[in-house]
């Protein structure tokens, strides 16, 4: 069994709430794992041209093209994003867009497989983590567990943090609040979070180890998106 983890956020590692929370994650399921952060890397959107459908494979030449065998072998992926304009990244929902080359045909590269999904923002991670959730959902890939927290919002370091009234530190705190490190949001200051991060590797390693029948997993994917469906209309 192997695992990937993917990091959507393009801060470095030492910065990067979600960087740490998938890490935290990876750390915990008891398999091996590839981590791939996505930080430099050039990924478009889909761009509709239909040239997977007879292979499901993805003909665009850009970094996804060498990441896709990874994608393919994973019995499981830890995805995780920072929120931005409460949905996720650009380069997140790229990368998952792609994922579309996998659909055809029957195309059940992906149906069954587990997922955990990370999400962090500068207020909440929630939104991100949901949006994971569905894409994960449309692949027939099932989520977990969920993991979310909040983290730095570039405002705390922009220089501009303590006047700025469009920032989340005022949003956060209101007027005439000093940036010292201990109001600085970080993950690892936030020990529900790390417990989460850790709860949720342990789950996935749980149901990675047991047999893991993915086509039930499938059937209730399947379920769950046509109950999806159904709402909508
Ligand atoms: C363009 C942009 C938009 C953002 N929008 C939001 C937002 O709508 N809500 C929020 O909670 N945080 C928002 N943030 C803050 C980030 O979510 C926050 O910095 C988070 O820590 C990013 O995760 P990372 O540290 O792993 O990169 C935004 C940041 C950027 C750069």
Redo the contacts with the bound molecule.
């Keep these: 069994m192997k695992i990937l983890g993917i ?1 959507g ?3 470095k590692a030492d ?6 929370l998938v890490q935290t994650v990876l750390d915990n399921t008891g398999f091996d794992y590839d981590f791939v952060s996505l930080k430099g890397k050039t990924i478009a959107g889909c761009i509709a041209c239909l040239g997977c459908v007879k292979d499901n494979i993805c003909k665009v030449e850009d970094d996804l093209f060498n990441l896709r065998d990874k994608i393919v072998e994973a019995d499981a992926y830890v995805v ?1 994003a ?6 996720f ?1 650009a380069t997140t929902h790229a990368f998952l867009e792609r994922w579309f080359q996998f659909r055809h045909q029957e195309g059940d590269t992906l149906w069954g497989k587990l997922g955990v999904a990370v999400g ?6 929630q ?2 983590a949901d949006e994971i959730e569905k894409f994960f959902l449309y692949n027939f890939v099932e989520t977990v567990a969920k993991v979310t927290g ?5 405002c705390y370091t922009c220089g501009h943090g303590e006047t700025c009234k469009v920032g ?1 530190p005022h949003l956060l705190h209101g007027e005439g609040f000093k940036i010292t490190d201990d109001i600085i ?1 970080d993950v690892t200051k936030q020990p529900e979070v790390i417990t989460s991060a850790v709860e949720a590797g342990k789950l996935l390693g749980q149901r990675l180890g047991q047999e893991h029948d993915r086509m039930a997993v499938t059937k209730k994917m399947q379920g769950r998106m046509m109950a999806m469906f159904e709402s909508a209309v």
Aim: charged share 10%.
């Design positions: 990091s956020s393009p801060r910065r990067s709430g979600v960087h740490k995780g920072p929120n931005y304009y409460s949905t990244n962090v923002g500068g207020t909440s991670g939104f991100p909040q983290g730095a919002a570039s989340i949001p």
